[in-house]
């Protein structure tokens, strides 16, 4: 139904930035909100930024990293600004949608999940 496909992770040097980008694509009514959740080895995923009707962010990444929309073409960014090496992860996009069926049918709100992209911070 809905499909998201992150581009634009990499290798980093500390202090330095990427940018983050989120397609959404496929049978999509409706995308309430679009965000970004990371995950480093031995944790658990955890919310890095997310807008929708607000926009809210991790204390963490606060002051540094900046979410942006595309509505019309249903794409979410993240600029990642004064990279650390805490920050490396690998990194989720997300979408709150509703899709649709082949019959153009809207389905039930949910969660959808990119495949997810490396970001490496390392000197």
């Known amino acids: 139904q809905v499909q998201l496909v992150e581009s634009g992770g990499g290798l980093v040097q500390p202090g330095g930035s990427l940018r983050l980008s989120c397609a959404a694509s496929?049978?999509?009514?409706?995308?309430?909100?679009m965000g970004w959740y990371r995950q480093a080895p031995g944790q658990q995923r955890e919310l890095v930024a997310r807008s929708g009707d607000s926009t809210s962010y991790a204390d963490s990444v606060k002051g540094r990293f900046t979410i942006s929309r595309d509505h019309a073409n249903n794409i979410a960014d993240l600029q990642m600004n004064s990279l650390k090496p805490e920050d490396m992860a690998v990194y989720y996009c997300y979408a709150d949608a509703v899709g649709m069926t082949i019959w153009s049918q809207p389905t039930s709100r949910r969660d959808y999940w990119g495949q997810g992209i490396q970001v490496t911070v390392s000197s």
């Open positions: 496929g049978r999509i009514f409706r995308i309430y909100a």
